[in-house]
């Protein structure tokens, strides 16, 4: 399959778009992610061409999770929208002991058959082969997984979310993921929160961030699944 795409000039590249692309496991619709994209300043005006491009497919749906400036200005005219948020810090030792725990975490391997849909349950075991930590919260007998990314800033191990049903899942159990954290030396998390709202015991890193998307998508799940938080470790 096809990772992207050249805009030439006069048949020398002068830009490149890297385009990430996957099956959603809930509608089956086609879900393309423009992971980074970079055209010559000398070029830089004829960049959306390199945008519409990637758009070909007009069933897709289409994310930039990590944008510029410059990409958000672009992508919005070609009808993204922005989904604002702030990033917070969790430091997770303290958390671990005074935290949330709505449900009980369970480790992949321990929810049952039938449960998770197998679309969903192959996804979930592909992280967890490129390094990710899986599992899931069970509440009154229903599971909801939690995917989490593991990078080192400056050294110091931290986690982030790369896929939940909605944040309050994550927020409400809290402690049971910090303990799970730290148990494997990761003391800290990053919460993609929304502007505004604040997690418990954190403290709001970055402000005014956003992600894009074009189509149907769900604002209140995170869902960042083969995207290059998990593969380029972004």
């Known amino acids: 399959p096809s990772v992207g795409f050249f805009l ?13 692309s996957r099956h959603d496991m809930e509608t089956g619709r086609r879900i393309v992610n423009f992971s980074s994209w970079y055209v010559e300043e000398s070029h830089r005006w004829s960049a959306a061409r390199l945008i519409i491009a990637g758009l070909a497919d007009k069933d897709a749906i289409y994310t930039d999770l990590t944008p510029t400036p410059a990409a958000v200005e672009i992508n919005s005219r070609l009808g993204f929208r ?11 030792p303290w958390l671990a002991l005074v935290g949330p725990r709505q449900g009980r975490l369970r480790p992949l391997e321990a929810v049952p058959t039938g449960v998770l849909a197998e679309t969903l349950l192959q996804d979930l075991r592909n992280h967890q ?5 899986v599992v899931s919260v069970e509440i009154d007998g229903h599971y909801h997984p939690i995917v989490l990314s593991v990078t080192s800033r400056k050294y110091i191990p931290a986690a982030r979310i790369v896929f939940a049903e909605s944040m309050d899942i994550v927020v409400n159990n809290l402690g049971s993921l910090a303990r799970l954290l730290v148990r494997r030396g990761v003391p800290i998390l990053a919460l993609q929160v929304e502007q505004g709202r604040n997690a418990p015991h954190a403290w709001i890193w970055k402000r005014g961030l956003c992600y894009q998307v ?21």
């Open 8 to 20: 030439l000039a006069d048949e020398a590249p002068v830009g490149i778009l890297l385009s990430i």
């Open 82 to 92: 922005s989904i604002g948020f702030d990033l917070s810090l969790v430091a997770l």
């Open 129 to 133: 082969k490129l390094g990710c930590i």
């Open 214 to 234: 074009k189509g149907e998508w769900n604002d209140r799940a995170i869902n960042e699944l083969y995207s290059e938080r998990v593969l380029l470790k972004m």
